[in-house]
């Protein structure tokens, strides 16, 4: 009751009273509150979109732009299934991907999931770019999947993953199934 | 082929009896006919028997091998299992559909037959909203996503998918189908879909309750007292899908990992996290007769939230390990998420006037003020999960770029408004009506405050001193305390003054305040998830290895024998590896362990299956990642230390057992 001075008394009863506070004051109160609580989430939104925010890229974006040497990235790509080595001892993952397109139009364009997979990978000419995992080797890990793997791509172009999705829709058309690494 | 047909013709029904009832239903209050309102509810009872026909002939399609349906061609295949050929009903996109549907038509039959006498008015627009929601998504059922088409072939070879055989071509039955997914061969496929269902489609009753009040105008709270109750059922279903999803994921999926952010996850916590706020905020209206119009919101918003989901997973828009593949539902969903939304916010503003507050809010540290923290907080996180899911495709529009954010965004992001949320959960229950004095809740919270930080810096110094770890663990143990206090405080007055031994005090004192006492027993159980999510989070510990037969790992204390490898063929046709290891503490056998790989040769797919060895302290999770030819017996495992993880378990077992308690019966 420190703020008495800001209320005013209504007397009911002898005992008995209850405090009328300004309204101003209260809504004051509340929408300073409001704006320190909203604020600080929009700053920590903020600050995490651009730390942790990955750029989505194709094997050609990522080869052609050196920007992007260093950075965050989601790269997405056609695993060539003859290129996959594992080292069990180490559990070093190496495999190579093809470029596919990135938006999901282009990949409607020409046919769907399954078909780009496959063109990608019997293309000799398609642009390729080398992996390293280190984790476990995914299940779904195969010729013609699609991976979506986060990391960077260092200087020796050669794209270190942090994580490593699959997707195989040869058969599952309905019903893509995924797995992810860590 | 007959039985297709009739599937399909039932469906069609289904959808002409909503439409019917949708239009009737309206029509009967314009003209004041009982007789038409009666018709109508018996419209969109009819839909029920109709739903429950369609489903039973497609669950009798797959079981009988039916190849020639697509939809049973795509999930089943003969050696499955027969439980598994039933959870194919929802194992793809159109069966999960018509699945849905059926219990839309079930909540809407059960909501028809409850006593109406306290909201007659209400009655007909309910009709209304359910009817034309159900005739929504029966829409997708009956043109864009038919379970029951069947395969025809022509003169040349080319395969159609059709409901009537198209000119010269005659019906193609494979011999076999491709089988439901390996991924979703498991027993949690039998439980975790339906729950989260449940849980989605209970959110319809109170949004249909909403929209009728609005129409009718009533400011009255008797309606939401029932809105309560069948969101509370909805939220316990919700709740029980999410963690099931979260232990299935654990065992199978996630390779110790229980929560991924994924945005099918996210799609599902979202609506989750607005009715909290809802359940919350609730009783603010019913107590004090105050935030009216963000009730009504909240309500609009979770509906929204579900739909959205349900749109986020089946139109391909986000790829993600629950989502179906890219499929032509996008435009309509998108469109009917927009209309609802639109005209329900349209009709809150309409009636923004007859809604407002019986009283002003006073403080930030009354209960009224806390209560709002709450709301607020839950609709910061929603914001911020909401953020996540749709920036890649708002940072596409507008960047031309896309840009993702994963795990690492949602918990810094996150982390400190559950930690909020958590400290909240102990303050909130001691404050008081209308008034907030900090110094009578400093003199309450103190002690509690100072044995939850000790407590919590402690087991935090066990494992390993973090700032993170030991404010989480402060905050849990600090919660913990007031919340058992308040059982005591509450439970030593009933024992003084009715003299009854501690445990009937307990129980007595609960069953008369079931909201209140089983809210806190929900909050208990949310702290201990707390708990485990703490533990796994911060202090997991991983190693892995290639090692010979009978060598051996450590990992936090334990040590791990390598013992044998079994390689044999299980009677549905997947390939088993089974590696034997003992687990050691202290040089004394612990336990056995069986970490497999599974593979299925007909879609030439693995399967990882853990070995795990659970106390209330931690689990070791062991995985067989991979081995030598069967002659060198070598093999590789990896192998995580998860902290405290059952915690999370245990707590959500004690969640759900608070809401069914705080459920259970209506209070006077």
Not at chain 1, 83 to 90: G, I, S, W
Not at chain 1, 93 to 113: M, S, T, Y
Not at chain 2, 102 to 118: E, H, Y
Not at chain 2, 218 to 236: C, E, G, K, N
Request: glycine share 8%; with cysteine; proline share 5%.
């Amino acid at each position: 009751m420190a703020n008495c001075a800001e209320h005013s008394v209504i007397q009911l009863a002898a005992n008995e009273q209850i405090f009328i506070p300004k309204p101003y004051i209260i809504m004051n109160k509340f929408i300073i509150g409001f704006f320190v609580i909203i604020s600080a989430v929009i700053g920590l939104i903020v600050v995490n979109t651009v730390n942790t925010g990955q750029y989505f890229q194709t094997v050609d974006e990522l080869l052609s732009n050196p920007n992007m040497q260093g950075r965050n990235v989601r790269l997405s790509g056609a695993v060539l299934g003859d290129t996959v080595t594992y080292n069990t001892d180490t559990l070093e993952l190496r495999f190579e991907v093809v470029h596919i397109p990135g938006d999901q139009k282009d990949i409607d364009a020409q046919g769907g999931l399954a078909t780009v997979l496959y063109k990608a990978t019997t293309n000799p000419n398609a642009q390729r770019l080398k992996v390293v995992y280190v984790g476990e080797k995914p299940d779904l890990l195969r010729n013609e999947a699609q991976a979506i793997m986060d990391g960077r791509i260092g200087t020796d172009g050669v794209f270190y993953a942090d994580t490593l999705l699959l997707k195989c829709p040869t058969r599952y058309e309905d019903q893509v199934p995924q797995q992810s690494g860590q | 082929m007959l039985l297709a047909n009739l599937g399909a013709i039932a469906t069609f029904l289904a959808w002409l009896s909503c439409i019917y009832a949708s239009v009737m239903s309206v029509l009967a209050v314009r003209k004041s006919r009982a007789d038409w309102l009666e018709s109508a509810r018996l419209a969109a009872f009819l839909s029920w028997p109709l739903l429950t026909l369609a489903c039973l002939l497609l669950i009798v399609l797959i079981t009988q091998g039916h190849f020639e349906v697509a939809y049973v061609s795509r999930v089943s295949s003969w050696n499955m299992p027969w439980y598994l050929k039933v959870t194919a009903l929802w194992g793809g996109q159109q069966g999960s559909l018509l699945f849905w549907s059926w219990l839309m038509s079930t909540f809407i039959g059960v909501a028809l037959l409850r006593d109406w006498k306290q909201e007659r008015d209400l009655y007909p627009y309910v009709i209304s909203v359910l009817s034309i929601t159900l005739a929504f998504f029966l829409l997708l059922n009956n043109v864009l996503e038919n379970p029951f088409v069947t395969y025809w072939q022509d003169a040349f070879g080319t395969v159609s998918t059709a409901l009537f055989p198209p000119s010269g071509t005659t019906l193609l039955i494979p011999e076999d189908g491709n089988g439901l997914n390996p991924l979703l061969r498991h027993p949690g496929m039998i439980i975790h879909p339906p729950m989260l269902y449940l849980g989605f489609i209970g959110f319809i009753i109170p949004y249909a309750f909403a929209m009728a009040a609005l129409i009718v105008g009533r400011t009255d709270d008797a309606w939401m007292r029932v809105t309560r109750r069948w969101s509370l059922f909805a939220w316990l279903f919700l709740s029980l899908g999410l963690v099931l999803g979260g232990r299935w994921a654990y065992d199978v999926l996630g390779w110790g990992g229980y929560w991924g952010w994924d945005p099918v996850e996210n799609a599902a916590l979202l609506p989750w996290l607005s009715g909290t706020a809802f359940l919350h905020s609730v009783v603010i209206q019913e107590k004090r007769g105050m935030f009216k119009h963000w009730n009504l919101a909240l309500v609009i918003i979770t509906y929204s939230l579900v739909v959205l989901g349900t749109f986020l997973t089946r139109s391909g828009t986000l790829s993600s390990v629950h989502a179906f593949a890219a499929s032509s539902l996008g435009p309509v969903f998108l469109s009917y998420i927009t209309l609802m939304a639109i005209v329900a916010m349209a009709m809150l503003f309409y009636r923004w006037n007859s809604l407002k507050p019986e009283r002003p809010l006073e403080s930030w540290l009354s209960k009224e003020g806390l209560f709002l923290l709450n709301n607020l907080l839950f609709m910061v996180l929603v914001v911020t999960i909401l953020w996540g899911v749709l920036y890649p495709i708002f940072s596409e529009l507008f960047t031309g770029q896309v840009i993702t954010v994963g795990p690492p965004f949602y918990e810094a992001t996150t982390g400190p408004i559950w930690l909020a949320l958590v400290i909240l959960m102990g303050v909130a229950p001691l404050s008081a009506w209308n008034v907030g004095s900090a110094k009578r809740l400093g003199k309450m919270l103190w002690l509690p405050a100072v044995v939850g930080l000790a407590l919590g810096i402690g087991l935090s110094w066990l494992y390993q001193l973090r700032w993170e770890s030991a404010a989480g663990l402060s905050a849990a143990f600090f919660t913990t305390l007031v919340t058992l206090s308040e059982y005591f405080r509450g439970a030593a007055a009933r024992r003084r003054t009715k003299n009854e031994p501690w445990l009937k005090a307990i129980w007595n004192m609960a069953i008369r305040n079931r909201r209140r006492y089983g809210g806190y027993f929900i909050h208990l159980g949310v702290v201990l998830m707390a708990v485990g999510i703490i533990g796994v989070e911060l202090f997991q510990t991983t190693t892995q290895g290639s090692i010979p037969l009978h060598g051996s790992l450590q990992l936090a204390g334990y040590e791990m024998h390598y013992e044998k490898l079994n390689q044999f063929v299980a009677p549905d046709g997947r390939s088993v590896t089974r590696a034997v290891v003992s687990v050691w503490q202290n040089g004394r056998q612990v336990g056995e362990l069986y970490p497999r790989q599974d593979f299925y040769p007909d879609t030439q797919q693995t399967s990882t299956i853990p070995g795990v060895r659970s106390t209330l302290q931690d689990d070791f999770y062991v995985l067989l990642v991979g081995w030598e030819p069967i002659a060198a017996q070598g093999a590789t495992f990896k192998i995580y230390h998860n902290p405290l993880v059952n915690w999370l378990w245990i707590g959500g077992i004690i969640f759900v057992l608070g809401i069914t308690f705080a459920a259970w019966r209506e209070e006077a």
